[in-house]
């Protein structure tokens, strides 16, 4: 192995340290619009609280107007380069989508980290209703979209998926 062999690592491990930074930002701003009242629990917004297809895709958590918009704007947001250079993959769509798992896992981690109304104390399962199902310590979200998000960015770095 030389030095070159490195590369895609640190290209990758860069990557991640970038969308963390991009979480840790995102993570402030919705502590500034939400205060201590998660998902969106207080803002003027409409809300679903209950359908089965919230069950099965959202993990029982209500739908609310302010998330029906957010999360696709993120989703085109880092999807933004592959606009930019006109260049779309298999590959480069399993890094992105890899990319958008650890953004939110990060954001909405440190929405409880940071938030002075919960701490780290506070992420229990007592105290953060609208997550849940949890596993050990954490949401079951967590531990899905992490192996999730681990395959896909193998994926984008191995020639099983096409270019």
Known sequence: ?????????????????WVVLLGFFFANVEIQIEGSAGWAANLPTWRIEKHWLLDLFWGGRPMTGYHAWVFPFVALFFHLPVVFNGQWSWR????????????????????????????????TPANVPWHIHWAAFAPTDYWTMSAAAVVLFFLSRTRIVAR
């Not at 192995?1 to 340290?17: E, H, K, Y």
């Not at 769509?93 to 506070?122: H, S």
């Open 92 to 123: 480069i769509e399993a890094r992105i989508i890899a990319c958008i798992m650890v953004f939110w896992l990060v954001e909405d981690f440190l929405w409880f980290v940071l938030n002075p109304a919960y701490g780290i104390a506070k992420f």
């Open 1 to 17: 192995m030389n030095a070159t062999d490195f590369i895609p690592q640190r290209r990758t491990l860069a990557l991640v340290a």
